[in-house]
Every structure is written in structure tokens, then in C-alpha cells.
């Protein structure tokens, strides 16, 4: 079946760091990939897209490249910001049911100090 | 205003207590969702609806029961609360079938004692 494996955290970072979260996913046919935000008290948003191999996605500087051979789809960012605490969800989406269902990762909690 | 709101945001209830969690979308989006969130399980599909009347289970349907008399509402009813069903849960919905028009409801934290 479908699902996605995304890295534990929490992630603690600086100011300015570079960020990695890294998504590894398995599924049957060829899906979309996503990246979702959840920030404080809030719910889910929608931050990046794939949906073929080798598409990237990317949003607020925020970049992820759907790559088949390795079966993943790491989000990164080049330069954190303090409002960039957040819990970061991977999820793939096949719609093979006709119904438009998400698998999301358990989600990896960031923190970013001043 | 426009969006998607769920009510209560939090609930604290007794084990075998029946607990209604309301959405309501403004948009009339065919597609609902119920979704929990849980430590260590990101979120899993309970239910969803593909339009008025039309409704089937998700991921972990059991124990749960929706209705959709109206496009726009889509309450999620837990019959008889148990303490497993504690978790946050967020309702989202969608235009089309299409995964990255989901939008999500700011969450439902619900306590079964």
C-alpha cells in the first residue's frame, strides 16, 4: 500500500541555517507529491507541489524535487526564519480511487531560534 | 466570512458520551473530509464526502459517523466516545478531486476521559 516516511524530529535550528526534511515514500502508480505547513493553532496549508518525476516544487523558498529513482522528495530551505516554525507534513496523493484521499507522513516539528 | 470553520475548537468529554464535530465550508466544494491527527500518525482519513448525500469510509472509519444533508456541512458524530478517540481532528475540503485543492479547517481538539 501507499505511505511515506518522513524524518523524526523535533528539528531545532538557527536563524539563517540550511533545512532538510527528508520524505521518502512508497506507492503502486506514479503520484503526486506535497509538502504541507501546519503553523501554531492553525490548520494544514498546502506549501509545495510535484506531480511527474524530476518536477520541483517550490514556495517562500522553501524547494523539493520529486525524484522516482530514490523514491523521495526532501524539502529544503536555504536560509531559515524564526516564522518559519512550523510542522512540516509529506504526503502522496494516486487518486486511484476516483477519490482524492491523502497519505501523510507522521509530520516533523521545526523550531527556529533568533 | 469565507473559508472553513469546525466548532467546538475543543471538546472534553466522558467515555461512551455521543460528541458531534461540526464543519462548515462557504465555498460549495463537493468534496469533504474528516481527518484525525495523531502523535506518531500524521493524519489518517476518516470519512469523506464526494457531494450531498454521498459519503464512504476512509483509512480508521470505526467508531465514527458523518452525514451530508448539505453541501456546505459535513458533522462528524462519535456514537459512543472512547478514550482512543482522543486526537485532534481537522475537517478539510476540496473543489475536485484533485489532492492539492484540500483546504483544512484550523482542527478540533477533543478529549475522552
Known amino acids: 500500500g501507499d505511505s511515506v516516511t518522513q524524518m523524526e524530529g523535533p528539528v531545532t535550528l538557527s536563524e539563517e541555517a540550511f533545512l532538510t526534511i527528508n520524505c521518502t515514500y512508497t506507492a503502486t502508480g506514479y503520484p503526486s507529491l506535497f509538502w504541507y505547513v501546519q503553523y501554531p493553532g492553525e490548520g494544514l496549508q498546502l506549501l509545495l507541489k510535484a506531480t511527474k518525476a524530476d518536477d520541483k516544487g517550490s514556495n517562500k523558498g522553501f524547494e523539493a524535487t520529486y525524484r522516482k529513482e530514490t523514491t523521495s522528495f526532501h524539502l529544503e530551505k536555504g536560509s531559515v526564519q524564526v516564522s518559519d516554525s512550523a510542522v512540516y507534513f509529506c504526503a502522496l496523493s494516486e487518486d486511484q480511487t476516483g477519490a482524492n484521499n491523502l497519505f501523510f507522513g507522521t509530520g516533523t516539528r521545526l523550531t527556529v531560534i533568533p | 466570512d469565507a473559508g472553513i470553520t469546525q466548532s467546538p475548537r475543543y471538546k472534553i468529554t466522558e467515555t461512551g458520551r455521543q460528541v458531534t464535530l461540526m464543519c462548515h465550508q462557504t465555498w460549495s466544494h463537493s468534496y469533504m473530509f474528516w481527518y484525525r491527527q495523531d502523535l506518531g500518525h500524521g493524519l489518517r482519513l476518516i470519512y469523506y464526502s464526494a457531494a450531498a448525500d454521498i459519503t464512504d469510509k476512509g483509512e480508521v472509519p470505526d467508531g465514527y459517523v458523518v452525514s451530508r444533508s448539505k453541501t456546505e456541512n459535513f458533522p462528524l458524530t462519535l456514537e459512543s466516545a472512547t478514550r482512543s478517540q482522543t486526537s485532534v481532528y481537522f475537517c478539510?475540503?476540496?473543489?475536485?478531486?484533485?489532492?492539492?485543492?484540500?483546504?483544512f479547517g484550523p482542527g478540533t481538539r477533543l478529549t475522552v476521559l
Open positions: 478539510a475540503s476540496s473543489r475536485d478531486w484533485q489532492a492539492d485543492t484540500q483546504y
